[in-house]
């Protein structure tokens, strides 16, 4: 396939934008020139729908038709198809209505006409035969009718297509049949056009592809490929298809981005060689030009370099990219061609290309595409989307800068003789100024000739350039690329030797890497710091850098070395010499705090113990560094103190510190400010000291609630002050400010540990607030320590508690008790003594060689022997001497005696003058055992108030009584439930009378044959008498139930414990017998269900009220009225639903 067969002049002609699709006309040109105008004008208002092949959506698109004379020339020849010279189709025009005019001339015409179509395989034409009405007037008498003539030529020419012969009747007149004859041209025209186009695109497009199948062939072109897709690229642009015109050039920029990305990798095309030709010129895109013909005929000749084919693209994308109103996608694929455009010449090793001269085509084409993009929009656009056209601003910026290094612009001394003729050379690569920018004062080539041609107009331009860039980075918001270019822009100032204008630039850039985490950028900034502050002469801010340098991890050792030793260097100078007195730096830049611990015995303490605080520090020095010493500066909070010990108990013994908390690449002292040091806030009663509210509170809110800009130096606030008056301590604290210090520490490069003895004579919270190393005049400050580290130290009052050694204590056995007590800050001196108040319901079980065991924090420190004295009121014992703060534990041995009954004990008092409560049992809930509370009083050698402890015990039995009755015998039952989870045994189980008034013809003898009775824990025993009397019973009986017990398996005598249960058992005699009994109904045998029977009850009197004793009912009336009588109140009743009762239920 060959489409370079046309003539250069013909050329710019035919891919001039006005290209439409070519039709041919032949016949009757006057004919045809009378109706072009309104053919050409009526022909694209409708649209056609265009199916495309492939499955392509389809469009509706405006057909236009470029009609031209018909030649022979302009059919295509054989191996020519170029779509844009091709006539898609060929029209006939004729008026005849005459026969003999048809058969002498018309019809030779029109054979010759298709004819010569056919010699060339053109088979879209069409014959139009048009009906003027006028010639018909004039001349009557040959005139054949209208459709006589169409028919011969139907029948000459169109055989199997009538359709392609159609009629235009009356065109130049307006009525209706001539709107409608030309709507029906028009559709017919349409309809052609549209499938000869379609059939010639197919067909064009599928040796398009075949041709770029064939790519792996050899001998296959790239440039020729490129001529023919650009073909099809020229008609989707002539149909106004953008759309589809763009996806060619994308298609054929992605096939050319591929062949050089493999010849990178070592896949070369041999056409690609073509493209290695040395780069001559470098004038940057081109795109006021819809078409750069220059370019497009060195493609077309195999001759263009690398360049040339990725500039010419460009501008058809651009081109078309405006057109589709897309301005903003220019430049964004724009910086991706200059980026790409830089790579693939890197990757194309065999390409050269004169020093310079990228950069020279790079700012060229950023300013084109810039002015490209000026020209079709208006300001407010412009400004709207200057996040599309910053970038270019940027990179143009960047690329004027390497040029002015490049020939000698920005150094102190002017260019040199050598940086001449390499600027004289580059502006040759740029050739003569094109036409279209000749009269623009603002042409990018005529910046750049005049930033080369001196230094002052370089720097003119190019801090515009920067200035543009940078304000438009800050109006969309692009901070960081701001201050990217800022230090760029730095870096030229610092070569023009003009430190104090790159300062605060550098600054800016520095802040914002460090406050984003960037390592890298922000060593590389620092060390450009560095230099600026030494040209500066700022030595305070010189040796700050230097000392965050020095442990930088990023950089090689023997630069942090260099560093390093600038630091101990200053920091040996005497005081008055050449550098500061005091100065101050950011503890992040000499070590890292990664832990507090507090020993021995954590960070909760009393007052006047030994404590420990050991620092661990990281020290980012490349070298062993000897500081002078190490301060802590500690703030005392003596409102809150911690009671017991047993709010600080919470306190971590350990506290490790994350790194980004002091890392050296963000200093607290460049930071927002201090973190929030949040703590608890307790609002307690003054009368009992209980807690009535909590919260939490900002201890540092005066720190936080303020300007940044405002924050004072770190040297200027804290308990670690400088007081620059003194000189003689090298970190002169506040007044009264407590201090933790070390003397003479050498930090090794890495971990560190320092051990701190920490102060405990003020009760309060200590929190450590500030650390600072001292190094001759250098001060290291961390002014904040975060997260919040704090030890208590505690004051406590003696306290006595005691404790059962077993769960649960029962009421009736000898039970241990352990007792406790934290002296505090009490040291029991000998000769004091506990004094216990004795109960008659609790004794005191004394034994001889009772011990007390003297602990410290858990641990045993002694044991010595305890003196315990009983007394009928008081039980004395005698405690050791013990140091304060420590714990002394004894164990005793008491019992409680279970309550036989309800009667009253005798009226005591406690030996502090208080009644003693009568111990009551009750039920608990957790258990089914009955609970006792014994409370004892203690009177304390350390207070004068007497102290009231409570013990718990649970009665083991829950015992019932229950009267039987067999006929006049009478029986009393006794059932003792074990409701504890021991097993005990029971012995001399005896039931008597109890009082004053016992009867000796009463007689209970037991009917239980065992003498013990074993019982199990949950497990219940029973016990029966038989009550007898020689007289009749009383109606009452006071007994008293009593049994030994004892735990199983401890049946020794010694071992058992006595029991007594008191009872009332009322209502002995038995005064009245009842017999029921159902009767049937007369004449039945049985009672029947449903029928009503008789209930026969018989009440015999069995005895009479015993004397002095309430009668049983009736009391109130006479021997002879009453009981005499015989009249007896009774009541039945039964269940309705079962048993329902006819009769009187009671009488």
């Not at 298809?241 to 591929?258: C, H, R, S």
């Not at 497009?296 to 500039?311: E, K, M, P, T």
């Not at 850039?509 to 560095?530: D, I, N």
């Not at 009767?1079 to 026969?1096: I, K």
Request: contains cysteine.
């Amino acid at each position: 396939m060959d489409s370079g067969q046309e003539k250069p002049a013909a050329a710019a002609a035919i891919y001039a934008m006005e290209n439409k699709p070519i039709v041919t006309c032949a016949g009757d040109q006057a004919l045809f020139t009378s109706l072009y105008t309104a053919l050409a004008q009526q022909l694209p208002r409708e649209p056609m729908e265009w199916r495309r092949t492939y499955g392509r959506a389809p469009k509706m698109i405006h057909l236009e038709a470029n009609f031209v004379q018909f030649k022979e020339e302009l059919l295509p020849k054989d191996g020519t198809k170029a779509l844009l010279t091709f006539p898609f189709l060929h029209i006939y025009w004729t008026d005849c209505c005459d026969a003999e005019a048809y058969r002498g001339s018309v019809k030779e015409d029109v054979s010759r006409w298709q004819s010569s179509l056919r010699a060339h395989g053109s088979a879209d034409w069409l014959i139009i035969v048009v009906d003027g009405g006028d010639a018909r007037k004039k001349n009557k008498g040959n005139i054949l009718p209208r459709s006589s003539i169409v028919d011969k030529i139907r029948g000459d020419f169109c055989n199997k297509q009538n359709d392609r012969c159609v009629v235009l009747s009356e065109p130049l007149k307006d009525s209706s049949r001539s709107q409608e004859s030309w709507n029906s041209l028009l559709l017919k025209l349409r309809t052609l056009l549209l499938m000869s186009f379609t059939k010639n695109l197919g067909r064009f497009e599928d040796d398009m592809r075949t041709l770029r199948e064939k790519r792996t062939q050899p001998g296959w072109s790239f440039c020729q490929y490129f001529m023919v897709q650009e073909e099809l690229a020229f008609v989707f642009e002539m149909l106004q298809q953008f759309e589809d015109a763009l996806v060619q050039y994308d298609e054929l920029d992605a096939l050319f981005t591929q062949y050089v990305l493999n010849f990178g990798a070592g896949d070369a095309a041999k056409w690609l060689g073509s493209f290695c030709s040395p780069v001559l010129n470098w004038s940057g895109l081109l795109l006021r030009r819809p078409i750069d013909m220059e370019k497009r005929d060195s493609i077309q000749r195999g001759s263009a370099s690398l360049l040339d084919l990725r500039s010419y693209l460009f501008s058809r994308q651009c081109t078309l990219l405006i057109f589709l109103q897309r301005p903003w996608e220019v430049t964004q694929r724009a910086l991706e061609l200059l980026h790409n455009c830089v790579q693939e010449l890197r990757l194309l090793e065999q390409v050269s290309v004169l020093r310079g001269a990228l950069d020279c085509w790079v700012f060229l084409s950023c300013l084109e595409v810039l002015h490209r993009i000026e020209s079709c929009c208006d300001r407010a656009q412009l400004a709207a989307n200057a996040s599309h056209t910053v970038g270019l601003w940027a990179y143009a910026a960047d690329k004027l800068k390497a040029l002015g290094h490049l020939c000698g612009l920005v150094s102190r001394k002017g260019p040199t003789s050598e940086d001449l003729n390499r600027t004289v050379d580059l502006l040759a690569g740029l050739g003569d100024e094109r036409p279209e920018t000749v009269n623009s004062l603002q042409s990018p080539y005529k910046k750049l000739k005049e930033a080369l041609s001196s230094v002052e107009a370089f720097e003119r331009h190019y801090l515009e350039l920067c200035q543009a860039a940078m304000e438009m980075y800050r109006a969309v918001g692009r901070l960081r690329s701001a201050r990217l270019l800022g230090k760029s822009l730095a870096e030229f100032y610092m070569s023009k030797g003009e430190p104090e204008r790159a300062e605060a630039l550098l600054a800016e850039a520095l802040r914002s890497y460090v406050c984003e985490g960037w390592t890298f950028p922000v060593t590389h900034t620092r060390k450009q710091m560095g230099e600026c502050q030494k040209l500066l002469r700022r030595s305070a801010d010189s040796l700050r850098t230097s000392a965050l340098l020095a442990g930088d991890g990023n950089l090689s050792a023997e630069e942090r070395m260099r560093f390093c030793r600038a630091v101990l260097d200053y920091a040996g100078q005497p005081a008055d010499g050449g550098g500061d007195p005091y100065a101050t730096l950011d503890m992040g830049v000499l070590a890292q705090l990664t832990r507090i611990r507090f020993g021995p015995d954590g960070a909760c303490v009393h007052s006047g113990a030994a404590l420990r605080v050991e620092l661990t520090l990281r020290c980012l020095m490349p070298i062993a560094v000897r500081v002078d010493e190490l301060a802590v500066g500690v703030h005392l909070d003596a409102e809150r103190v911690s009671k017991g010990g047993a709010r600080g108990a919470a306190l971590p013994v350990t506290v490790d510190f994350e790194a980004a908390d002091t890392a050296p690449g963000r200093p607290s002292s460049l930071s927002a400010g201090p973190p929030p040091e949040m703590d608890e806030a307790h609002d307690r009663s003054p009368s009992d000291d209980s807690l009535s509210s909590a919260g939490v509170v900002c201890r540092n809110a005066h720190l936080l609630v303020r300007r940044h800009d405002s924050v004072s130096p770190p040297d200027a606030s804290g308990p670690l002050a400088r007081n620059g008056a003194s000189g003689t301590t090298p970190a002169a604290l506040k007044e009264g400010a407590p201090v933790l210090r070390a003397s003479g520490i050498t930090l090794e490069p890495g971990d560190n540990s320092v051990v701190l003895a920490a102060a405990s004579n003020e009760a309060g919270a200590y929190t450590l607030r500030q650390l600072c190393v001292t190094l001759a005049n250098v001060n290291f400050v961390l002014p904040h320590i975060y997260p919040s580290v704090q030890y208590h130290v505690y004051s406590q009052e003696p306290q006595l508690s005691v404790r059962p050694l077993s769960e649960p204590l029962l009421a009736g056995l000898p039970q241990r008790v352990k007792f406790t007590l934290l002296t505090g800050h009490y040291a029991v001196r000998k000769g004091d003594a506990l004094q216990l108040s004795n109960s008659d319901s609790m004794p005191v079980l004394a034994h001889v060689g009772c011990t007390a065991r003297i602990a410290n924090n858990g641990g045993a420190v002694a044991e010595s022997a305890l003196s315990v004295q009983s007394s009928d009121k008081v039980t004395s014992i005698g405690l050791p001497p013990t140091p304060p703060y420590h714990t002394l534990e004894f164990h005793l041995e008491v019992l409680c005696l279970i309550p036989p009954g309800p009667e009253r004990l005798p009226d005591e008092r406690l030996t502090n003058g208080e009644a003693p409560r009568r111990p009551r049992s009750y039920s608990h809930p957790d258990t089914a055992m009955a609970a006792i509370d014994q409370r004892m009083s203690i009177d304390c050698p350390w207070s004068i108030y007497s102290t009231l402890l409570s013990l718990t015990f649970h009665i083991p039995f829950k015992t019932e009584h229950s009267l039987l009755s067999a006929g006049n015998r009478k029986y009393i039952q006794v059932c003792v439930h074990n409701v504890s989870d021991c097993d005990f045994t029971l012995a001399h189980v005896k039931l008597a009378e109890k009082g004053p008034r016992r009867r000796a013809s009463l007689e209970m003898p037991c009917l239980n044959a065992c003498a013990r009775q074993l019982l199990c824990s949950k497990q219940s025993v029973y016990f029966l008498w038989e009550a007898t009397c020689k007289e009749a019973l009383p109606s009452s009986l006071e007994c008293v139930f009593s049994a030994s017990f004892c735990p199983r398996g401890r049946c020794e005598d010694a071992a058992f414990e006595p029991f007594h249960y008191h009872f009332l058992v009322d209502n002995v005699p038995t005064l009245y017998s009842v017999r029921a009994d159902m009767v049937p109904p007369a004449g039945e045998r049985h009672c029947r269900s449903g029928s009503l029977c008789g209930l026969e009850v018989v009440i015999e009197r069995a005895a009479r009220p015993a004397d002095g004793e309430p009668a049983a009912a009736d009391d109130d009336k006479t021997e002879a009225e009453g009981l005499g009588s015989g009249k007896v109140m009774y009541e039945v009743l039964t269940r309705p639903s079962l048993l329902p009762c006819s009769g009187r239920q009671q009488q």
